[in-house]
């Protein structure tokens, strides 16, 4: 039998040129497919299912593409031997470039998954899981470093304006009830306050979503996503619940009560917490209040301001 030599495959990546000629901003993928191990701060590491995006830009304007397997395969690397981190991106992105030598001085990544927290009730302590959307963005560009955190964080906001309605509604019930006489029976009206006769009305309030972004400083080495997130909950002080017991729901009306906001109230909230943590350079907020009174959302915008940083 005759000895028969392997053909050499095409490389038309390398071996061709480009048929019009020009620089192009970011070249890669989107939408891959991986499971991931997260070290978050203060957490155990755990796995997590991602979606991925990975993209070089391709200063060479003759060159044919880039190499798009090295990316996956970088990524793989980083799926199979290595925990998401500060450092891990760091490294990551430094091989996306190492690895299109001559064609690429910036690298770009973007993580996609949800982390999923046990969460305890308000009052019963009843543990139960939630799943927040969380972005982890890293960019290398002009020898800088650029690393953001974005979760998503659901809440209930309740209408400061509709509860002075419902308040002025109890009100009135109250004088038609009972009039104007000083001499009242505490005892009745303490029964009277326990039937639909007595809240006449209560204010409208609805699932909002706080969506957070912010840039980690180099000091970081881990990420802080349950940090951000209960700074997030802590400044709006009514995070959605996973198990309820009733006292459970009582405490959550409490703190709807006792916590009236406009979108306007809750991005300051935001602001000012953010502000005073000194972990985050930049942020941006948005919160959308999924309106219960009307067909369309409430939202605020606002960022930290910071020169050549996030814009609204």
């Not at 060159?63 to 031997?81: D, T």
């Not at 942020?283 to 999924?290: A, C, E």
């Not at 915008?301 to 996030?310: A, E, N, R, S």
Request: glycine content about 6%; proline content about 4%; some cysteine.
């Amino acid at each position: 039998m005759p000895t028969v030599t392997p053909t050499m495959m095409p490389d038309i990546a390398n071996q061709t040129k480009a048929q019009t000629e020009g620089a192009l901003d970011w070249v890669g993928m989107s939408n891959i497919e991986m499971p991931l191990v997260v070290g978050a701060a203060n957490e155990p590491e755990r796995p997590v299912s991602a979606k991925v995006d990975a993209f070089v830009n391709l200063k060479d304007p003759k060159a044919k593409g880039i190499h798009m397997s090295r990316l996956y395969l970088l990524l793989e690397e980083l799926s199979n031997n290595d925990v998401l981190s500060h450092q891990s991106l760091r490294k990551l992105l430094h091989d996306f470039i190492d690895s299109h030598e001559g064609l690429a001085d910036q690298a770009y990544v973007k993580f996609t998954f949800d982390y999923h927290l046990r969460r305890k009730a308000l009052i019963s302590k009843k543990p139960g899981w939630k799943a927040y959307p969380v972005t982890v963005v890293g960019r290398y560009d002009a020898g800088k470093l650029h690393l953001e955190l974005g979760v998503e964080v659901p809440y209930s906001s309740t209408c400061p304006c509709s509860a002075a309605l419902a308040r002025q509604l109890i009100q009135d019930a109250f004088a038609e009830q009972f009039g104007t006489d000083a001499d009242v029976d505490a005892e009745l009206v303490h029964r009277w306050l326990g039937t639909t006769k007595g809240i006449v009305a209560t204010p409208h309030s609805q699932r909002s979503i706080a969506e957070v972004k912010v840039i980690m400083g180099e000091q970081v080495s881990e990420l802080p996503i349950i940090h951000l997130i209960d700074s997030i909950e802590d400044a709006l002080q009514t995070p959605v619940q996973a198990a309820v017991k009733r006292e459970d729901e009582q405490e959550f009306a409490r703190l709807n009560g006792q916590n009236l906001m406009f979108c306007e109230d809750a991005a300051r909230r935001l602001q000012h917490a953010l502000n005073q943590n000194a972990v985050f350079s930049d942020f941006w907020i948005r919160v959308n209040h999924y309106e219960s009174l009307h067909a369309h959302d409430a939202v605020s915008i606002t960022t930290k301001g910071v020169t050549g940083g996030f814009k609204a």
